[in-house]
């Protein structure tokens, strides 16, 4: 089934009419799923306009009641998660069982802001007998969000949550490969009784939607996801218009791994790297390995990853576009002087009509080596040694990318001492696992600001003081 994909503004699908639409082809057979209308600044405009009209009774309205409409999204979630799964599976080639660990994900966000928004407070400040100065936090009104095609539900889910428990509206524009799950998220929002203009999704290209979004003189915060360079570009149209932005961007994220660390989990760890094929920002794309157990662990680590038979316990490649460019970085390797260990190439015979492409592991990578700096966004790690404590840690921090990093030792002191001289958002040690509690973003090209955690909801307001004067 071919599905329409139309914009939904102000609690309306909104027709394409004349206007022209794009044809998405699915990542296992390269067949079409889906028309998406191509929007433009005249959709852009309709629908920040309807937030602009939503924004102020929304956000006068108790975080009580928001957080109760909020986690009732987050039950039919849950209620209609085959659905979600089964459409968001076909777009963007994940795994099943991924995509349902997605969802309860995109639920725990609605559940989660829908029930801290009410533990937002002020503060009282203390200027002695005769004023009264307090704090609050308000919304911003109308957020522009940006949404790439790796994750479109848990990504929408993650900024709509606590925008919303704020108190502003919001304009989503997911990308065009993969919008529908955002459009059906959106119209569960109408339903449990989110009224029309809180959300807003537009859908089509980057430069035609998102450009003018961004740009709008109405949309007051900007939340984007997404690439480095899209980043800077988003950065460039905040910095002009003096509005904050929150940027999630890549990540080349390391493992580093001491001769102490338990390899049973290290190796089940660094088979994360097939998640969603590797199509994520936080993989641990790059794996530091203490010399001693550097074959060992190189050894066991490739025999896992040949054991990940495409179109069975690994995704495809979503766009072609990512499919072209992995491919593209196993001649980029090769010429470098890799040493390829496993997979390498695109998956052959019968899958050879999706994106598939092999698990891989290279070894013997330098940090002159492209795949040692560049974000690939696939099921390929790039495997280097290391000596000592001090030149572990400066290989991670060899990145323009400071996202995630994780740190495989017995020594917990050493564990604690190496987390805190690496440069990233979120050190993981021995494994330990994160939560929606816990904050989530970059360091150095890796973004600005936070998501999740608590620190996202003050991110999706402002602060204002008054002061009134009791003499
Ligand atoms: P982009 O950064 O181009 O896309 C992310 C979102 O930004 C999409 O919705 C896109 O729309 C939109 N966009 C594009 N141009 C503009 C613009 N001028 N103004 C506002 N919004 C815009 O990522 P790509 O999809 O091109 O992926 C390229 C690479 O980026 C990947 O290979 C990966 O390395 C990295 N990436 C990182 C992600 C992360 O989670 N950190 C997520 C996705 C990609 P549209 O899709 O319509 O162009």
């Known amino acids: 089934m071919v599905r329409e994909l139309d914009h939904w503004i102000d609690g309306k699908s909104v027709p394409r009419g004349t206007q022209s639409a794009m044809t998405v082809t699915g990542p296992f ?57 089964e459409v968001e599976v076909a777009e963007t080639g994940k795994l ?63 900024g709509m949550a606590a925008a919303l428990a704020a108190g502003n509206t919001v304009v989503i524009k997911p990308s065009e490969f993969t919008s529908s799950t955002t459009l059906m998220l959106a119209r569960l929002c109408e339903e449990v ?10 859908v089509g290209e980057g430069p035609e939607v998102g450009g003018p979004l961004t740009e709008h003189p109405a949309v007051r915060l900007i939340a984007f996801t997404g690439s480095v360079v899209t980043g800077r570009r988003v950065a460039e149209t905040a910095a002009r218009r003096l509005v ?15 001769a102490d660390a338990d390899l049973d989990r290290v ?8 998640t969603g094929a590797g199509q994520q920002c936080a993989a641990l794309s790059r794996l530091l390995v203490q010399n001693e157990i550097h074959d060992e662990l190189l ?71 492209r ?20 030149e572990g840690i400066e290989l991670a921090n060899d990145s323009e990318y400071g996202l995630v990093a994780g740190v495989w030792t017995a020594d917990s002191a050493r564990g604690l001492r190496v987390a805190s001289r690496i440069d990233a958002g979120q050190v993981i040690v021995n494994g330990g696992r ?32 008054t002061v009134v004067s009791t003499r």
Not at 304 to 310: C, F, K, L, V, Y
Not at 448 to 453: A, I
Request: aromatic share 8%; net charge neutral; hydrophobic share 40%.
């Open 371 to 390: 795949i040692f700096r560049e974000e690939i966004f696939g099921p390929v790690l790039a495997v280097s040694r290391f000596a000592t404590e001090e």
């Open 29 to 85: 057979d390269r067949r079409p799923i889906a028309r998406v209308s191509l929007g433009g600044r005249e959709h852009v405009d309709l629908a920040v306009e309807a937030a602009r009209r939503a924004a102020r009774a929304w956000g006068d309205r108790p975080p009580l009641e928001r957080g109760r409409l909020l986690a009732e999204v987050a039950r039919r979630l849950r209620e209609r998660a085959d659905e979600f799964v």
């Open 434 to 465: 994160t939560g929606i509690e816990t904050p989530f973003g970059g360091y150095k090209a890796s973004g600005l600001g936070r998501e999740k955690g608590f620190e996202s909801l003050l991110h999706y307001t402002q602060l204002k003081t």
């Open 244 to 258: 904050p932005a929150i940027l999630e961007l890549g990540g080349k994220s390391a493992n580093v791994v001491f």
């Open 299 to 369: 050894e066991r680590v490739a025999q896992e990853m040949r054991a990940r038979i495409p179109g069975d316990r690994l995704a495809p490649m979503t766009t072609e576009a990512q499919f072209d460019k992995v491919l593209e970085y196993f001649d980029v390797a090769t010429q470098d002087g890799a040493r390829l260990v496993a997979g390498g190439r695109a998956a052959a015979g019968a899958l050879a009509a999706g994106r598939y492409v092999e698990a891989t592991v290279y070894a013997e990578v330098t940090p002159q080596m």
């Open 96 to 158: 099943v069982t991924e995509m349902r660990g997605g969802l309860q994900v995109a639920a725990d966000y609605f559940e989660y802001y829908g029930g801290v928004v009410r533990a937002l407070f002020g503060e009282t400040i203390n200027l002695g007998a005769g004023d009264h100065a307090f704090t609050s936090r308000e919304p911003y009104g109308v957020v522009a969000m940006i949404t790439p095609w790796n994750g479109p539900l848990t990504q929408a889910a993650r």
């Open 267 to 274: 190796v089940e760890h660094a088979l994360t790297i097939c």
């Open 193 to 202: 009784g989110i009224p029309p203009g809180v959300v807003n999704v537009v």
